[in-house]
């Protein structure tokens, strides 16, 4: 059974730093890009950060560009987020995503909460 587990949430001040970091089971990892997104309540789950498996054309949502960075280690079947200068409307429900597009793979953490008080 795939498996994503995200850890690293939490409650902290604006300008302040958080680290998720999102495990991975039982799929073929180095062949799948890996996501961030990001919900709040009464809105649609937006992309936050994207990293394929040749680690080129990555994406950021432009509201945290040059704040957040997104890695991936494939011998540890992980990904990264490290989220810099937070801001209160940084504030939402972060979810980890696996995609692989050829065939249609498309797996879920269960979310980690992220709250930046102002």
């Known amino acids: 059974q795939v498996q994503l587990v995200e850890s690293g949430g939490g409650l902290v001040q604006s300008g302040g730093s958080l680290r998720l970091s999102c495990v991975v089971s039982?799929?073929?990892?180095?062949?799948?890009?890996m996501n961030w997104y990001r919900q709040v309540p009464g809105k649609m789950r937006e992309l936050v950060a994207s990293l394929p498996p040749s680690r080129t054309n990555l994406y950021y949502k432009e509201s945290v560009k040059g704040r957040f960075t997104i890695s991936r280690d494939d011998y540890k079947r992980s990904t990264i987020l490290q989220m810099n200068a937070l801001k209160p409307e940084d504030t939402a429900v972060y979810f980890c995503?696996?995609?692989?597009?050829?065939?249609?793979?498309?797996?879920w953490g269960q979310g980690t909460q992220v709250t930046v008080s102002s």
């Open positions: 995503n696996a995609a692989w597009a050829r065939f249609g793979y498309d797996h």
């Open positions: 039982e799929i073929t990892f180095e062949e799948y890009t």
